[in-house]
């Protein structure tokens, strides 16, 4: 059997293959081969050629699952999936209660019937979150930075600047399976499958991965000036900004579209789209028979 490492030199703040290839010593007595996925241009000639019981270790973080979720929508895949934690964030790995460093394992079931989210045309699958408001923000700024320095980027301070002096809140419409809704100075706006993302945010402290209704979770912090989403901003760390009722608010659905009234940035794990006015998050209903 041979375990095929698919690793991303750009996560872990470029450090991706360094990293990856620390399972020469985690997995000593295995067969392994090494790829570099961003030089993928198709998936499909990779998995005719390896055997159906070799397994494929992912090496990255959110994004490295995304993009690979996404480049194999149309394959069916019979080889088991493994990941290996090599991320900065890694609020996938957060979310399923395990630690960065551990060995690789199976996310096959976490692959299947994912959300989708619609943007700009475009249907994209996604992992943990799709991000609106200063969140899809922060990640544009983020890219900016890794752009022009290799220094790590830290978000949380690109949001509190955000918050004081960069970032405007918009109004906007939201729909969730058929029934709207108006929202004032909306800060935030993300669709969420799991409860983490921006690297450890516990956005949607009640949302389950995989729950038995498919459901994913709108949150939304609105209304509220710049100094009151300042002074609540950090609780989110903890899943305790729900608890501000008057500026926070979760719904949840199958289907969710966010309007807002003027164009800003999106994140879907951590991948960043510019100028956006709506998205469509929408997640399948299980089947009663």
């Known amino acids: ?88 964030g890694n609020d996938f790995l957060h979310d399923l209660g395990k630690q960065k460093g551990e060995p690789p394992f199976s996310i096959q079931e976490y692959l299947r019937d994912l959300p989708t989210v619609t943007v700009k045309g475009k249907t994209y699958r996604f992992l943990n979150g799709v991000g609106y408001g200063i969140d899809g923000y922060c990640c544009e700024v983020g890219d900016e930075q890794r752009g022009s320095s290799d220094k790590p980027v830290n978000y949380t301070a690109i949001a509190i600047k955000g918050l004081l002096f960069h970032f405007k809140p918009a109004n906007a419409t939201v729909t969730v399976d058929g029934k709207s809704y108006e929202f004032k100075k909306v800060w935030l706006a993300p669709t969420m499958h799991g409860r983490f993302y921006g690297g450890g945010m516990m956005i949607a402290p009640q949302q389950k991965r995989n729950n038995a209704e498919r459901t994913v979770s709108l949150s939304l912090m609105f209304g509220s000036g710049k100094l009151k989403t300042l002074m609540v901003f950090p609780s989110i760390f903890k899943g305790e900004h729900v608890k501000h009722t008057e500026m926070c608010k979760v719904l949840t659905g199958h289907e969710i579209t966010v309007k807002f009234d003027r164009p800003t940035a999106l994140q879907i794990d951590g991948e960043t789209i510019k100028n956006v006015t709506e998205y469509t998050a929408t997640s399948k209903a299980p089947v009663r028979v």
């Open 1 to 88: 059997m041979v375990y095929h490492v698919l690793f991303n030199p750009q996560a872990g703040n470029g450090c991706g293959e360094e990293k990856a290839r620390e399972l020469n010593a985690v997995m000593a007595e295995a067969t392994l081969q090494y790829y570099d996925m961003t030089k993928f241009h198709g998936y499909a000639e990779f998995f005719a050629a390896i055997d159906a019981s070799d397994a494929v270790i992912l090496a990255g973080g959110d994004g490295t699952i995304n993009r690979f979720l996404n480049d194999t929508a149309e394959l069916k895949i019979e080889n088991d999936i493994l990941y290996y934690a090599v991320g900065s």
